[in-house]
C-alpha cells in the first residue's frame, strides 16, 4: 500500500496542465487550455482543461476529472498504478505502509508482466556493462555505433547472453514465475517442459510504452547466421500490442509536440542516433510495417509527419502504401530521402547532428508531389504505365479527407504530370466513390443519388412560402419588443461536472432577426423583405430593442403601410393562428408566443434546406459528368441531411431515416 502522506504530496504536486501536456497538445484559451481530447475521436478541440482548479473537462465526450483520473482514464492504470506514475513523473519517493512480501504475486497479472519485463531489462543491461561476452561483443557494437554511455542508458539498452537458458534460469532462482516469463515471451517452453530463451546473444532495445515503462524488447544477432532472424522482437502479450506501439515515443513526445512535427525512420538505431544528435521528435514503428492505430498515436501529439527514409529505392516504393495511411488520418507528410544509400543513422555518423537537421530541413518534400516525381521517373515517356501512375496518384489524393487540399494537390499534379486538371479530377471522383464505399460498408453513397426522400409532411409545411413569410413579419410587427424565454443547461463554476439551469430572455425581433439573417435567408416576398431588412438594420444598433411600428407607418411608402396595417389588424390573432398552422389544441398562453416565433422559424427554414437538398442531389448526380469533386459536394450534401435532421428535432417531426 502507498502511504497516506505519500498520496497527499503527490496530489500537491501534480498539476493538470503539465500531466495532460505529456499527452494532448495543449493550447491557450484564456485562463484555461484547449486540446483534442484522447478520449474521443474529434476534429475540432472541446478538451478543457482547468490549470487553476487543477481539474480537465471535455464538452464533446463529457469525461472529466483530476490528474489522477486522468492517467488511470489514458493509461488503463489502476488506482496505485497511476500514482505510481504521477510519483515517478514528480520525482517522488513512494513511501509503503506494511510492505508485503507477498506483493508481487497479489499484484494482478498486467502489473506482474511489467514487472517482469522491468526485471529483465536490468538484467540486460546489467550484462552488457560487466559480462565479459556483453563488453565484447553488445558494448563494442553499441560503440562502434557511436553510443554515448549516457544514451545507453537512457535507451536502457542490454545484452541476452547466448546460453540457452541463462535468463530463465536466473529469473526463476530470484522468484519471478514460470507463468510470467513465458506470458512476456522473454521464454518459451520446450516440449521437454524446460524453459529456455527467446533472446540469445542479442544486444537488446527496450520498448517503452508512454508513460516510459517497458512492455517489450527488440533484440539484434550480431553473429553471421543464416538461421536466425537478425532483428527479433517480443511476441504480442497483455502488454505488449505491436501495432499500437511506437519505438522511441516516451522519449519523444515532449519533442514533438513542442515542434509541432514527427519524424518516422525504420530502425531503432535510428532512432538513438538521431536523439543522440539532438534531435528528439523521432519515433520508429517497432516489428511491423506503419498501422493506422500508430498514426492516430502520432496524431495526438501532433499533425506532421517527416518520414525519413534511406536511400534505397526499392524500400521507398514498399513504403508508399504506408503513407497512404497517413493521409487518411489526415495528417500532413513530408517525406526526406537520405543520398547515397545512407540512413538517418549513418549520415549523422558521417556528417554530425547540426548538419543532418539542416539536410532534413533543406530536403522535406512534400509526399503527393514527391511521390509523383518519383514514379514520374520510372514511367519516363511509356503511354500505358503513365495511365496506371496517374491512377496511382490519383489513389494517394482521394485518401486525404480535406477536400481544399485535394484540390491543391488535384492541380499540382495535374502541372506535373501534364494531364488536364479534369481528368483528373474524374478519375479522382471514381476512386473517391470506391473508397467511401469501402470505408462506409454500405451502398449509401448510391442511394443518396437515386433515392429521392420524402419530406415530412406537417400542415405548416403546406403552407405556401409567402405565407410563412408573413407570419414571421406579423410575429415581428406585434410582438417584436415582447420577451421569450429559453433554459440552457451550463455548467456550474463553483462545481464542475455539475449542471445549472439557466433561464435566458431574449426579446421576438432578436431570435427572429438572428435566425433568420444570420442564415443569410433573404424573404421571397419583396415587401416582407423590405420590412425584414428595417428590422435587421435596427438590431445592428440595438438587438434586442425593435422599430417603433407607428413611425414605421408613418414613414414608409404605401406597400409597406399597407402591408403593416393589415397585420395589425385584430383579425390575426395568435390562437386562431395557430390553430390554423398545427391544427391541435392550443397550448397554454405563456408558452404559446415562443413556440410561434421558434415553429414559424424553423417551418421556413426547413422549407429552404429542402429546396438547398433537392439541388445537391442533382448536383450529385451530375458530379461525375460535369467534373465536379464529388466529395465536396457530397461533404455539404451529408451537412445538409444534419441541418435538416436538427431542424426535425426541434420541430418534432420523426424523421424515418
Ligand atoms: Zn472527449
Redesign the pocket.
Known amino acids: 500500500m502507498i502511504a497516506r502522506e505519500t498520496i497527499d504530496r503527490i496530489l500537491d504536486a501534480v498539476r493538470i496542465d503539465e500531466v495532460v501536456g505529456d499527452f494532448v497538445q495543449l493550447k491557450k484559451r484564456g485562463t484555461n487550455l484547449l486540446g483534442l ?4 475521436n ?1 476534429k475540432t478541440p ?2 478543457n482543461v482547468n490549470p487553476v482548479r487543477n481539474i480537465y473537462k ?6 472529466g476529472g483530476d490528474a489522477v483520473n486522468f492517467v488511470m482514464e489514458h493509461e488503463h492504470y489502476s488506482y496505485p498504478e497511476a500514482l505510481r506514475y504521477l510519483a515517478k513523473r514528480y520525482n517522488i519517493e513512494i513511501e509503503e505502509t506494511a510492505p508485503d512480501p507477498q506483493e508481487a504475486q497479489l499484484r494482478d497479472e498486467r502489473e506482474s508482466l511489467y514487472i517482469l519485463n522491468s526485471y529483465a531489462q536490468r538484467v540486460f543491461s546489467e550484462q552488457l556493462f560487466e559480462d565479459e561476452e556483453g563488453r565484447a561483443i553488445g558494448m563494442s557494437y553499441f560503440r562502434e555505433r557511436g553510443f554515448t554511455e549516457d544514451t545507453i542508458k537512457t535507451f536502457q539498452l542490454g545484452f541476452s547472453r547466448s546460453d540457452w537458458s541463462a535468463f530463465a534460469e536466473r529469473a526463476v532462482k530470484e522468484g519471478y514465475k514460470e507463468e510470467y516469463l513465458e506470458k512476456t515471451g522473454l521464454c518459451i517452453r520446450k516440449d521437454n517442459g524446460k524453459l529456455f530463451d527467446r533472446f540469445r546473444g542479442r544486444v537488446m532495445f527496450p520498448i517503452h510504452n508512454l508513460s516510459g515503462r517497458v512492455i517489450g524488447f527488440g533484440g539484434r544477432v550480431l553473429k553471421k547466421d543464416d538461421k536466425t532472424a537478425k532483428y527479433l522482437n517480443s511476441p504480442e502479450s497483455e502488454i505488449y500490442h505491436k501495432s499500437k506501439s511506437l519505438y522511441g515515443i516516451y522519449f519523444a513526445k515532449k519533442a514533438i509536440v513542442q515542434l509541432d512535427n514527427c519524424y518516422l525512420v525504420e530502425g531503432y538505431t535510428d532512432v538513438i542516433s538521431l536523439h543522440q544528435a539532438g534531435i528528439e521528435n523521432v519515433v520508429a514503428s517497432s516489428g511491423t510495417s506503419l498501422t493506422s492505430e500508430q498514426i492516430r498515436l502520432i496524431g495526438r501529439y501532433t499533425k506532421n509527419i517527416t518520414v525519413l527514409y534511406d536511400g534505397d529505392a526499392a524500400g521507398i516504393k514498399a513504403s508508399l502504401r504506408g503513407i497512404d495511411l497517413i493521409l487518411e488520418e489526415g495528417l500532413n507528410v513530408k517525406v526526406v530521402l537520405f543520398p547515397d544509400g545512407d540512413d538517418p543513422d549513418s549520415y549523422t555518423r558521417k556528417h554530425g547532428s547540426s548538419s543532418t537537421v539542416d539536410f532534413i530541413e533543406a530536403n522535406a518534400k512534400d509526399f503527393v508531389l514527391f511521390k509523383t516525381g518519383l514514379l514520374l521517373d520510372d514511367v519516363k515517356n511509356d503511354p500505358v504505365r503513365k495511365a496506371g501512375l496517374i491512377r496511382d496518384v490519383v489513389e494517394t489524393i482521394g485518401h486525404i479527407p480535406d477536400p481544399i487540399l485535394r484540390s491543391t494537390y488535384t492541380k499540382q499534379c495535374s502541372a506535373l504530370l501534364d494531364i488536364q486538371e479534369n481528368i483528373l479530377v474524374s478519375e479522382l471522383n471514381k476512386i473517391r466513390r470506391n473508397q467511401l464505399k469501402k470505408e462506409t460498408g454500405t451502398p449509401e453513397i448510391d442511394e443518396l443519388l437515386t433515392v429521392t426522400i420524402a419530406p415530412p409532411q406537417t400542415p405548416a409545411d403546406d403552407l405556401s412560402t409567402e405565407a410563412q413569410e408573413q407570419h414571421i413579419i406579423r410575429l415581428l410587427v406585434q410582438y417584436g419588443d415582447e420577451l421569450i424565454e429559453f433554459k440552457e443547461n451550463t455548467e456550474d463554476p463553483e462545481r464542475p461536472g455539475h449542471f445549472l439551469e439557466q433561464k435566458y430572455h431574449v426579446s421576438v425581433s432578436r431570435f427572429i432577426v438572428e435566425e433568420i439573417a444570420h442564415d443569410g435567408i433573404e424573404f421571397e416576398h419583396p415587401v416582407y423583405n423590405r420590412l425584414l431588412r428595417l428590422y435587421v438594420e435596427s438590431a445592428k444598433a440595438n438587438p434586442d430593442a425593435s422599430p417603433d411600428v407607428d413611425r414605421l407607418i408613418q414613414e414608409s411608402d404605401a406597400s409597406v403601410r399597407e402591408v403593416l396595417v393589415e397585420l395589425l389588424s385584430p383579425r390575426y390573432t395568435l390562437s386562431d393562428n395557430w390553430a390554423i398552422m398545427h391544427q391541435i389544441e392550443v397550448p397554454l398562453e405563456e408558452n404559446l408566443l415562443r413556440q410561434q416565433v421558434e415553429q414559424s422559424v424553423y417551418h421556413l427554414k426547413n422549407k429552404k434546406v429542402m429546396r438547398l437538398l433537392e439541388e445537391s442531389r442533382q448536383r450529385l448526380k451530375e458530379a461525375h459528368t460535369n467534373g465536379e469533386d464529388f466529395t465536396a459536394l457530397l461533404e455539404r450534401h451529408q451537412h445538409l441531411e444534419r441541418v435538416k435532421q436538427e431542424i426535425s428535432r426541434i420541430l418534432g417531426i420523426d424523421v424515418l431515416r
Not at 37 to 40: E, L, N, R, V
Not at 58 to 63: A, E, H, R, S
Request: hydrophobic share 25%; aromatic share 24%.
Open positions: 481530447c484522447p478520449f474521443h474529434e472541446s478538451f471535455c464538452f464533446g465526450c463529457g469525461k
